[in-house]
């Protein structure tokens, strides 16, 4: 495959357990191609978080806050105190769910579209230049891939304990 190094792992003997690692080397690829993205970020003057929560509703009715703290990588009580201040900031607003009332959706308001119109695009771009440093690799199969690692349920474990053993 065009750039991609591929490594014996029974010749890496001397590499520390995490070099070869499949969970760390998805984090950090994460972590590389996404700090690429978050200068665009930076000079627009929008943080990760509120990126995520636009990204997120972008193309959404609404999402229930525990709904977005799961898709922007957050924890619930910080998603809610992001979402105090994007709707003072006239982002995003609140409305109790249509079929519970007991339920609240969060949609992006006119300001919050905006805002994510143009990062939207830069977005798109950044995945597109990432996607052409590795022009043998299918694009779809790499994204049903993740997508399959996001939703696969995870091991029981006693499943977990006996494959170790």
Known sequence: MD?????????????????DYLLYLMARASHAVSTEFHSVLRKAGVSVPVWRVLATL????GETVTGLAEACL???????????????????????????????????????????????????????????????????QLKQLLRAMMTKPPRTRRSATAIAA
Not at 58 to 61: A, L, M, R
């Open 3 to 19: 750039g991609i190094l591929l490594r014996d792992t029974a010749t890496a003997t001397d590499e520390r357990f995490v070099d």
């Open 58 to 61: 972008s193309g959404s009715p």
């Open 74 to 140: 957050l924890q619930q009580p910080t998603m809610t105190k992001l979402l105090d201040r994007m709707v003072r900031d006239g982002i995003v607003k609140r409305m109790p769910d249509q079929r519970d009332r007991r339920v609240v959706r969060i949609q992006m308001m006119p300001r919050g579209e905006q805002i994510v119109r143009d990062l939207l695009i830069a977005a798109k771009a950044h995945e597109a230049e990432v996607l052409s440093r590795f022009p043998s690799l299918d694009r779809l």
